[in-house]
């Protein structure tokens, strides 16, 4: 049903321990996977959002998120960091997973509408636990189309 | 169970809108708590507050990263945090809500009659706004009045001329009573345009403030001089703050300290210094007009108190009459406050008589607000009866205006003298005729409980 969670977006493996690094890699993948047309526009726009205010905003997750005509198709990446991200967030803890929103800027509705919804189910625990826990890319991306 | 509202929305509002109102909602359930969560997300504005929620809601949290309309939440306790805080603390800050000792955010609060209109959308007029500053310098000014009006009444106690040293009910305790009073009364002019001044222009109008409220009390201009300093030093320094926005940052501190402060005394206080005379007649004119008239003609004058003060008990239009009440008392006229004090007492204790003489008109829950109704009364908390004039304002209103007539024109006829501004029944000991002032109030409050009783239906 949403075209926004794809497997080849999702790492389960990120190498980043810092902010700067782990946005850029992440930005990468979804470069990789043709959702950009202007990579380093899109970056812009992401970390201009970051300097407003982080968006890492506690229990272990970060939501680097950018509206932009830098995007081809509305997108989320899901990078999860084994060890931790420095994310500069708001309760100090190290980020376990980040999800990389990226929404061009004639996003439809329905779009927004899930997106809407995973930042809803993100405030209950055990969901996060279930994505940050996944063994694989395809039992993360189970968790999500019940959204 | 408190009634809580939120407020979300970050600049891309993709996903901490939602994550913060998510994290509230769940936060207000597991306290106990109601919450309304308004989104300002991508997608546009959902689930938006209306002015019926803020005027119920216990207290209001803004999470938010990016700005709203806050004008609206004038008057309620208000937090305001970034919106990673709505989701990270969002527990603590349900808590906080529900702890009732939020501030409760500046500006006035919309009153009464214009929360009921769910249209209300627009600017507020210009009637308004002058409205909000005179009322912001009038609260300040009120608890000057009430320590003063009540100490200066206690030295009373020892007698009219228990201050004078040469007069034979001299008593050093009352003279002191009366001086300490006395120096809180006397602030009354400098602190009422000080924060009309600052109310329009925040501190840089309340410097000027206090010098034109003090030139006001000195040249004898008084009250309406004080008003027109207030509102000339605000808008004049708001206006000078404005032109000088575009001096470079080095100058900041020279011109908050040095330069506006200079520049509006001066001008503000020559001003006031050259009214002083011209409007220092007008004002004697005026009080002597307004004591004149409760002599004269004290049907007339109690029938216009009366119906101002139960029009829209607590408005604008109850607090002109008591304002000009509190400013009297300030020059020494004690009747004018005691008819405006009567009718401010009456129209709760028509409720109250009325739920105790017909009960069976009423129904359970009516009569405990009734009876509650007493103490308002008692108390001089007139907002009491808007609850039930609320249910048929156009045939509850102008039976107690009637009742607040009656009480006021009695006791203008009695020539009753209240020298404090507040408090009701409580400050009874202060009332040179306190048994007749009481049944003024009680001859009008029981006229108008029979007929409110008996032109109120049965209950189903």
Not at chain 2, 135 to 164: E, Q
Not at chain 2, 268 to 278: A, D, E, K, N, R
Request: net charge neutral.
């Amino acid at each position: 049903m949403n075209q926004i969670f794809t497997a080849n977006n999702i790492t389960l493996n990120l190498q980043a321990h810092n902010k700067t690094s782990a946005i850029n890699e992440i930005v990468d993948l979804l470069n990789n996977n043709n959702i950009l047309n202007d990579k380093e526009q899109y970056k812009t726009a992401i970390l201009k959002r970051e300097l407003e205010s982080t968006t890492g905003i506690g229990f272990g997750i970060a939501i680097p998120h950018a509206k932009s005509d830098a995007v081809n198709q509305a997108a989320v990446a899901i990078a999860v960091s084994p060890a931790g991200v420095d994310f500069e967030s708001a309760d100090n803890t190290p980020v376990k997973i980040i999800f990389m929103i990226a929404v061009p800027n004639d996003a439809n509705d329905m779009h927004l509408q899930i997106l809407a919804k995973l930042s809803r189910k993100l405030i209950n625990p055990v969901f996060r636990n279930q994505l940050i826990n996944s063994q694989s890319a395809e039992e993360l991306l189970t968790y999500l189309t019940e959204i | 169970m408190n009634k809580l509202l939120g407020v979300t929305g970050c600049p891309t509002g993709i996903a901490h809108t939602f994550m913060a109102a998510e994290a509230l909602q769940q936060a207000a359930a597991a306290n106990n708590a109601q919450i309304k969560v308004e989104t300002n997300g991508a997608v546009g504005v959902e689930n938006e507050l209306t002015a019926k929620d803020i005027a119920e809601a216990d207290c209001i949290i803004v999470a938010c990263d990016k700005n709203v309309d806050m004008d609206r939440f004038n008057g309620k306790p208000v937090i305001e945090v970034p919106v990673a805080d709505g989701i990270s603390k969002a527990d603590a800050l349900i808590k906080k809500a529900i702890s009732g000792t939020v501030p409760i955010r500046g500006g006035q609060e919309k009153g009464f009659l214009e929360i009921s209109d769910d249209n209300f959308n627009g600017k507020p007029s210009i009637g308004h706004e002058i409205y909000k500053h005179l009322m912001a310098g009038v609260s300040n000014m009120i608890p000057f009045v009430v320590a003063g009006g009540v100490l200066v009444a206690i030295s009373f106690l020892w007698g009219i001329y228990s201050f004078d040293p040469n007069s034979e009910q001299y008593n050093a305790t009352a003279a002191m009573f009366k001086a300490v009073g006395g120096a809180s009364m006397g602030l009354m002019v400098p602190i009422l345009t000080a924060y009309i001044a600052n109310s329009i222009a925040n501190r840089p109008g309340l410097v000027a403030g206090f010098v034109a409220g003090t030139i006001a009390l000195s040249t004898g201009s008084g009250f309406i001089g004080g008003i027109l300093g207030g509102f000339m030093a605000g808008y004049f320094a708001k206006w000078m703050v404005k032109i000088l926005s575009g001096l470079p940052k080095q100058f900041e501190g020279l011109k908050s300290i040095f330069l506006i402060p200079l520049v509006t005394v001066a001008v503000i206080g020559i001003i006031m210094t050259l009214l002083g005379s011209p409007v220092s007649a007008i004002n004697k004119f005026m009080m002597d007009f307004l004591a004149n008239l409760q002599n004269s003609n004290p049907i007339f004058l109690g029938i216009v108190i009366g119906c101002m003060s139960a029009f829209d008990m607590g408005g604008p239009v109850n607090k002109a009459a008591y304002v000009t009440g509190t400013l009297l008392l300030g020059e020494g006229n004690f009747y004018f406050m005691a008819g405006v004090s009567a009718a401010c007492i009456t129209p709760p204790l028509v409720i109250a008589i009325a739920a105790t003489i017909f009960p069976n008109k009423f129904t359970k829950d009516e009569r405990a607000a009734g009876f509650v109704n007493y103490i308002l009364g008692c108390t001089h908390i007139t907002e009491g009866a808007i609850p039930f004039a609320a249910k048929s304002p156009l045939k509850v209103l102008p039976i107690l205006m009637l009742s607040s007539s009656i009480s006021a024109v009695l006791t203008y006829m009695m020539k009753v003298q209240v020298p404090a501004p507040h408090g009701g029944f409580l400050i009874l000991a202060l009332v040179d005729k306190p048994l007749t002032w009481v049944a003024c109030i009680l001859t009008g409050s029981i006229v108008g409980a029979i007929i409110y009783g008996l032109t109120r239906r049965k209950p189903l």
